[in-house]
């Protein structure tokens, strides 16, 4: 009968369902019948392809993929990308967007074949392919059409490399060159002057000086412009962006050390639309005339003073004039008090994120305040506020429903009571207990039974919990992917064991914990299929046995760290070749590996491995073949 | 004759035409010294004769403006001169303009000295007066040019003004004086004979520069210079001086002058030390500069080439001639490619040899990354070209023979299978011994894998796969299920 109904729907009918569903309610879907399966090939627009021997079937499956992402697909080179050109029932003319981050074995050649296949291709992503530089910079820029470029750490692209993409592509609307150590003056110059429709630009961490602000300064629709750690960029150059880029709203200049406020006073008066303004750890103080200043920007969402001192006179005044701001970051701000905190949640009761980070005068009256008029409250970093004691939290538990994120990593004041009271926030996704000593398995298991919706739980170093605290957190946190239980020294393979009911775990941190063997590992990687970071290290108990278990059944780890674990060659061989999503592995310090093990084990994956750890002695005791072809094909060795 | 009759036309009145389009008027007598200095300095500069010449036409043409109703005849008339050149009718209109205009300049003097008083503003009266009759003197003899400078060869000293260098000379000098008595004085003194003591350089036939010959070089009207030529042997000669008293050679005088200290006191004193430089007495005739010609026939640089542009100095003959006719025997031993004749180029390219080029992808190079990005920002279309020698090692499997990989220590212990790593090594580090524990592979067999029989860098997932479920008793996976499951979601 439930066969009629669903054939009796239309296909568009059919289509209009399906746009409803979530991501993994989709995977079942596609297998009720071959008409679900059809909805879902010709629905289906993006795609994240983790072996790259489906990807040619994957592509023409799909016909209508507009993103594709292949930054997690660690044997992509130019071979899989020629042999895909030349396949004809590939369809690749509508991709627009491509996620090639970390992506190293693809070189000038094949990033030139996908931008020539990929006509409609407007995003690119090759951030962190760190080898990339100009040659690949020229390939991309064939894809003329490009609007949005991430290159963060292609440590080789220079300025001539920027040129060729400013020149291929001169539609480019935003860029990102964080880290691109070789860009100078000369590229960014470029970029301004042929670029005009750029409107996200981050040039963080470069070595630009003062011209390059103003060419920047020059661009008439930049909204975004990130500038993190520019050493060389001083108060003359920002004075450029006074009267420059018209439609700015967004400005980063986080840890620039050479600015100070004078200059931040300046884009102020030049900028009255500015929404977000992030200066932390370069002002020093917030002054008269700035607090004048910031009076006019009636649209300030984002204020970002980290390290700065701030008296709790002038957060009244600043907060009293910028009602609108949702976001406020007074980190490290030691002189801010209660008193300059209350004024704070009295003023700005839309608020939704607030970093108190190491503000050590901060109490639970604070706390309490910001619970009571900021209802709104999602995000809230308390680290190393050690005055806060169960008493603030409990007002969080009573008034922040909406509350998401909650760092209280190295408060002494937390304890059971207070985790129970913070178990209140039942919306919250992520929580740091790190550091956090005085809590037990009671206060985790109230954690446990009632945060369901946690996704991430930090947990490092917190002594105090045992196996029936892991064990409550495992059958009631039900979607956590993100757990990080280094060094809980009372753990053991009873409370390990469990962890295996969290399906949804892909960052499991078990570093440290030498009571849990090769069983406590076996379950975990029978159980949780999508681990994706695992961490061992310090793990000295856990046989031969457990990794065995790992090799064969935890086929999406991405990441690894074996550093001090007692894995023999036969395990570590095993583990290095059938693992075949591994990219990243840490190998420092395995005693009972041998050379002709190493050796073995990187043969064996050394086709996929991005990033890799070993101790400096085996540089020299490694083939140079096998250390030849780890380089060609992009993997970045750090010799320990 | 017709055409060089023409060529003479065009030639003149171009170059005046052009000049005349802004009309600098110089009015105090500061001025004209000015100019005179100039006019001395010719030698360095780029357009220097004429455009002195034309100044003085402009502002004389001015000054009559302001005196005298003929003023504007007077300008008409140097055109006229201008645009028909030899025209007998014309120069006997000419003469008598002058003639008239003698007169009256004679009438007025006569009044002076009736009257005996004698005005600074009536003496300059005359004084420009003159002035513009000899500039129309100048002129006229000027357009007989080309008919005179045929009989040069036979009558060298013909007491004529062939050229507006010596007149213009002559007019600042007269200037200079600045008193009519001197002025017949003065034109006796024109130094025609320079033309005669040239010795064995026979000035030829020159013939008039083209317009579009102008583009390099100086402007020197032709004959205003002397022309030297020297032997193909002596351009080649290692030195060029030589010690008169043991013959060494040297390649600058200077040198020879350092040297010649050794041969005694009297070389000692500050005059022998001093540059023999020309005797320059100021306020004496300017010599008449001297310019080279290469003796290779049919150079533009030989003198009897139709476009002939002589060169500057000695050295510059010298340098011509290695690098336009002799072999380039110097290779640059960085490229290995380029080649010079010329050590000097050779020192210059090797200092920037192998040095980042900036190329574009026009084919243009750069030595600057700022001046390469200057280009491409003015040319729509340009690009940076990546240069290919720096290419990276392609990211193929196999690729192993890949040498360029910087920080790859080639220490090679050959292939895998080398039971012992090296044994001194490991004696130096005792810690790094712990880290290794001897070879224990007998927990497992390792089947062939000492030999690696497959591909190297085979990457099919399964290698181990066969091991596992033999060593732990897992079964094997079903690796159908992977093609939609293995893409997340």
Known sequence: MSLSILSALSEDLLVRVYEFLDPPCRKTWRLVSKEFHRVDSLSRTSITILR??????????????????????????????????????VSTSRLKSLNLSRATAVRARGLETLARLCHALERVDVSHCWGFGDREAAGISVAAGLRELKMDKCLSLSDVGLARIVLGCSNLNKISLKWCMEISDLGIDLLCKKCKDLTSLDVSYLKITNDSIRSIALLPKLEVLDMVSCPLIDDDGLQYLENGSPSLQEIDVTRCDRVTLSSLVSIIRGHPDLQHLKASHCVSEVSVSFLQNIKALKHLKTLWIDGARVSDSSLLTLTSSCRALTDIGVSRCVDVSDIGMMGLARNCSNLKALNLACCGFVTDAAISAVAQSCLNLESLQ??????????????????SKRLQELDLTDCDGVNNRGLEYISKCSNLRRLKLGLCANISDKGVFHIGSKCSKLLELDLYRCAGFGDDGLAALSRGCKSLNRLIISYCGELTDTGIEQIRQLEHLSHLELRGLKNITGAGLAAIARGCKKLVYLDLKLCENIDDSGFWALAYFSRNLRQINLCNCSVSDTALCMLMSNLSRVQDVDLVHLNRVTVEGFEFALRACCNRLKKLKLLAPLRFLLSSELLEVLHARGCRIRWD | ?????????????????????????????????????????????????LQVFDHMKASSGQEHNNNNNGGQVNVDFLQGVRAQAWDPRTMLSNLSFMEEKIHELQDLVHLIVGGGRQDQQQQQHITTDLTSIIIQLI?????????????????????????????????????????????????DLPKPTIVQE??????????????????????LPPGSYEILQLEKEEILAPHTHFCTICGKGFKRDANLRMHMRGHGDEYKTPAALA?????????????????????????KRNKDHKKFQPLKTILCVKNHYKRTHCDKSFTCSRCHTKKFSVIADLKTHEKHCGKNKWLCSCGTTFSRKDKLFGHITLFQGHTPAIPLEESKPSAQRGSSACENNTGMVGFNLGSANQESPQPGFMDGKMSFEESFSPLCFDTCNFGGFHEFPRPMFDDSESSFQMLISSACGFSPRNGGGGSVSNTSL
């Open chain 2, 275 to 299: 540059k023999p430089n020309k005797e320059a007495v100021p306020g004496s005739e300017p010599t008449l500069i001297k310019r080279y010609s290469c003796p290779f026939p049919g150079c």
């Open chain 1, 52 to 89: 790259v021997e489906f990807l040619p079937v994957l592509l023409s499956k799909y016909p209508n993929l507009t993103s594709l992402d292949l930054s997690v697909c660690p044997k992509l080179d130019d071979d899989v990308v020629s042999r895909l050109a030349l396949d004809d029932t």
């Open chain 2, 198 to 219: 040239r010795e064995s350089h026979v000035v030829e036939e020159h013939e008039m520069k083209d317009e579009d010959d102008v583009e390099e070089g100086e402007n």
């Open chain 2, 139 to 187: 002129s006229t003899a000027g357009s007989l040019l080309p008919s005179v400078k045929h009989n040069m060869s036979t009558a060298p000293g013909s007491a004529l003004f062939p050229y507006p260098r010596e007149a213009n000379n002559l007019a600042s000098q007269t200037l200079n004086n600045n008193s009519n008595n001197n002025l017949a004085q003065d034109f």
């Open chain 2, 1 to 49: 004759m017709e055409t060089e009759d023409d060529l003479c036309q065009n030639n003149w009145g171009n170059s005046s035409s052009s000049k005349l389009r802004e009309p600098v008027c110089f009015t105090s007598q500061h001025k004209w010294e000015d100019a005179s200095i100039l006019d001395y300095e010719m030698g360095m500069e780029e357009e220097p004769a």
């Open chain 1, 382 to 399: 308390l680290e190393s506020c050690h005055l806060i004691t169960e008493k603030g939290l409990q007002s969080l538990g009573c008034y």
